[in-house]
């Protein structure tokens, strides 16, 4: 992909989309330094198992690098885990050049997200049946 073809991707994508997987909030963002996305997929309430949590403690979830974080969100009262497109190998387009690295983009993103919602949805049941 030359430089031109990922401005005119990067402009069709947007920087942010909103879904709702399985009755989780899901969101992209794009950083606006770097240009790299996001996927942070919210905990559906405050009575969740998993609000609350950080992330570093659930290191069953497979996602694409791992997840990177946990936390509120300034406009959601959610708890959300989130991880980055910004490992090696990965293409950050306004830091690099286009060359070997994959640019991860919001269809790849928004799979990942739903793979995670797949997860934590398990892991709660876990933690639910744990609590019986």
């Given at each position: 992909m030359t430089a031109d073809e990922l401005k005119a991707?990067?402009?069709?994508?947007?920087?942010?989309?909103?879904?709702t997987y399985k009755e989780h909030e899901c969101?992209?963002?794009?950083?606006?330094?770097t240009g790299h996305l996001c996927g942070y997929v919210g905990v559906c309430t405050s009575s969740?198992?998993?609000?609350g949590i950080d992330y570093?403690?659930?290191?069953s979830v497979e996602v694409h690098g791992g997840l990177?974080?946990?936390g509120e969100m300034p406009d959601s009262g959610k708890w959300w885990f989130g991880f980055d497109c910004a490992h090696y190998g990965d293409h950050v387009?306004?830091?690099s050049l286009v060359g070997r690295e994959v640019y991860r983009d919001m269809?790849?993103?928004t799979?990942?997200?739903k793979s995670l919602v797949d997860q934590i949805i398990n892991i709660e049941e876990d933690r639910e049946d744990d609590n019986s």
């Open positions: 991707k990067i402009d069709l994508e947007g920087d942010r989309k909103d879904f969101r992209v963002l794009r950083m606006p330094i969740s198992s998993l609000h570093g403690s659930l290191d990177t974080y946990s387009p306004f830091c269809r790849y993103v799979e990942e997200l």
